[in-house]
């Protein structure tokens, strides 16, 4: 499957951006979704993620209730809402396929295959 991230940009403070990943290739309800994110000087770290089905997600602590994962599948795409951005939030978020069933995986190693990233800047 070939994934493609798209919807980053320079945003202020408190500002909203919502993310898509694309798929083709294969049904995108085959696998699970993960959202990572790799700011400057930093190591990637999960944000989100969601099953196939989309009936079971998994956030990281830092952006519970700020972030919202979703899919449809008929379109091939998931959706990364972001609200009340922070300067902390600026990194490459990069989208990820995962053949496992279940609760989606927050691991970085979980993910077979990788979009390009899409830069998110958040002014202060």
């Known amino acids: 499957v070939q994934l493609q991230a798209s919807g980053g940009g320079l945003v202020q403070a408190g500002g909203s951006l919502r993310l898509s990943c694309a798929a083709s290739?294969?049904?995108?309800?085959?696998?699970?979704i993960g959202w990572f994110r790799q700011g400057p000087a930093k190591e990637r770290e999960f944000v989100a993620a969601?099953?196939?089905?989309?009936?079971?997600?998994n956030y990281a602590d830092s952006v519970k209730g700020q972030f919202t994962i979703s899919r449809d599948n008929a379109l091939n795409t998931v959706y990364l809402q972001m609200n009340s951005l922070k300067p902390a939030d600026t990194a490459v978020y990069y989208c990820?396929?995962?053949?496992?069933?279940?609760?989606?995986?927050?691991?970085?190693?979980?993910?077979?295959?990788w979009g390009q990233g899409t830069l998110v800047t958040v002014s202060s």
């Open positions: 990820a396929a995962d053949r496992s069933i279940g609760v989606p995986s927050a691991r970085v190693w979980s993910y077979e295959y």
């Open positions: 290739g294969r049904t995108l309800s085959s696998y699970a």
């Open positions: 969601i099953s196939g089905s989309g009936g079971s997600t």
